[in-house]
């Protein structure tokens, strides 16, 4: 099977032109992702991982802050994103299931009950 490829994303990977129309995970989800794999990346590395914009990531951050997914506070010259395993999925067709279980199942981690996950 052949696949034609589009044109480059943010991080300059040639993105499969099948996967450009729609994805498993919605952007939302990646940035969370990216963040609790790796709770030192820069906007500009969180942008490049999730291939999207650092304006889309900016904007992704301040709607997953406003629901209360994470929060961030200035560490220095950085941010530092807190990642709330607690909160629960806004959809109505999910009750009951939180961050915590999701996450465990998509990184392979068991965050334990009261564990926050913070980074630099």
Same mark, same amino acid.
């Given at each position: 099977?052949? =696949?034609?490829?589009?044109?480059? $994303?943010? #991080?300059? &990977? ?5 996967? @450009? ?15 609790? $794999?790796?709770? &030192?990346? @820069? +906007?500009? !590395?969180?942008? #490049? ?5 650092? @304006?889309? =990531?900016?904007?992704?951050?301040? !709607?997953?802050?406003?629901? *209360? %997914? ?6 220095? /010259? /950085?941010?530092? %994103? =807190?990642?709330?395993? *607690?909160?629960?999925? @806004?959809?109505?067709?999910?009750? $009951? +299931?939180?961050?915590? #279980?999701?996450?465990?199942?998509? =990184? ?6 009261? *564990? ?5």
């Amino acid at each position: 099977m052949t =696949t034609a490829v589009s044109s480059a $994303g943010p #991080a300059g &990977d040639a993105i499969p032109t099948p996967w @450009r129309r729609w994805g498993f995970l919605s952007s939302h989800a990646r940035v969370l992702l990216a963040i609790v $794999g790796n709770p &030192d990346l @820069r +906007l500009r !590395d969180v942008a #490049a991982a999730c291939h999207i914009t650092e @304006r889309t =990531t900016q904007s992704i951050i301040t !709607d997953l802050e406003q629901a *209360d %997914y994470l929060s961030r506070e200035r560490a220095g /010259r /950085r941010t530092q %994103y =807190t990642v709330n395993l *607690d909160a629960t999925p @806004r959809h109505p067709a999910e009750p $009951g +299931l939180s961050d915590r #279980a999701l996450l465990c199942v998509l =990184t392979n981690h068991a965050p334990q009950e009261g *564990d926050t996950h913070t980074g630099r």
